[in-house]
């Protein structure tokens, strides 16, 4: 079983900047991309930007600009730097992963336990 373990997140004041990170860990997998997804109350889950292998990153329209997200392949992590915050980005942050559990032919999409970021105005 594969888990997403996140860290970072907390208050913030409007123009402000946060950094998330997240893990994956578990059994044994192949990563297809990783990135971030958000869910404002009363609101749907949302995109915040999704890194596939070889490709370039997506970001939703937006946080393009001010959101950064890296990858470190070798130990299977991904970072959100946010910058610029607005009280609109204030929402709980998921971690996900596209991955396929070796051994298996079942591509996935998982996330983790979400991560709260409030920002101030």
């Known amino acids: 079983q594969v888990q997403l373990v996140e860290s970072g997140g907390g208050l913030v004041q409007a123009g402000g900047s946060l950094r998330l990170s997240c893990a994956a860990s578990g059994s044994t997998f192949t990563i297809y991309g990783m990135g971030w997804y958000r869910q404002a109350p009363g609101k749907e889950r949302e995109m915040v930007g999704f890194?596939?292998?070889?490709?370039?990153?997506d970001y939703a329209d937006s946080v393009k600009g001010r959101f950064t997200i890296s990858r470190d392949n070798a130990k299977n992590t991904v970072s959100l730097q946010m910058n610029s915050l607005k009280p609109e980005d204030t929402a709980v942050y998921y971690c996900?992963?596209?991955?396929?559990?070796?051994?298996?032919?079942?591509?996935?999409?998982?996330w983790g336990q979400g991560t709260q970021v409030t920002v101030s105005s």
């Open positions: 890194a596939r292998n070889g490709y370039s990153t």
């Open positions: 996900h992963a596209r991955l396929r559990p070796i051994l298996t032919t079942r591509v996935t999409d998982i």
